[in-house]
């Protein structure tokens, strides 16, 4: 593994510890050459995986843009890291075993979005916002509106 900070390729690993509930290697490495420390993560892949975007552009999934898509719509919302990893995970996984090897961008925003709505709606509506384009306010209210549909049938219960 190439030091992050001087370039050396004889690196050391000095501990490996299972992470992320056992589903990758969390490997604590020393760069001889600089003194430098870093971690790495291992994880297994089950095999390469393409999005197919919706112009047809084809690109390699990355799991890292997935990971900074989710972070982003998570900012500042009470959720734990661990939570998040193992949602990351849950989600690479569940793309994996779909037994296909070209991946429509559409089915992947879906499953985060599913994710996304199990754990924090808030950060399910700003994923949301991004990945269904809104363009105005009334995009927002239609789209909450749909989260609550019996909100409105309530009031109307009650006021009968």
Do not use: W
Not at 36 to 59: A, C, H, I, P
Not at 73 to 92: D, F, H, T, W, Y
Not at 115 to 125: H, W
């Amino acid at each position: 593994m190439r030091c992050p900070f001087c370039g050396n390729i004889e690196t050391q690993v000095k501990d490996s510890r299972p992470a992320e509930e056992h589903v990758s290697i969390r490997r604590r490495r020393f760069c001889p050459g600089c003194g430098g420390r870093f971690t790495t993560y291992e994880r297994v892949q089950l095999r390469d995986l393409v999005v197919v975007k919706t112009n047809g552009r084809r690109e390699d999934f990355d799991r890292d843009k997935l990971e900074r898509s989710i972070r982003i719509a998570l900012q500042k919302r009470p959720v734990e890291p661990e939570r998040v990893e193992q949602m990351i995970s849950g989600i690479v996984r569940r793309l994996e075993s779909m037994g296909e090897t070209d991946i429509p961008s559409k089915t992947v925003g879906e499953i985060v979005m599913e994710s996304l709505a199990r754990i924090d709606t808030v950060a399910y509506v700003r994923f949301a916002s991004v990945y269904k384009n809104f363009q105005a306010a009334d995009d927002f209210d239609k789209f909450v509106s749909e989260l609550r549909p019996d909100a409105a049938g309530g009031e109307d219960k009650q006021g009968a």
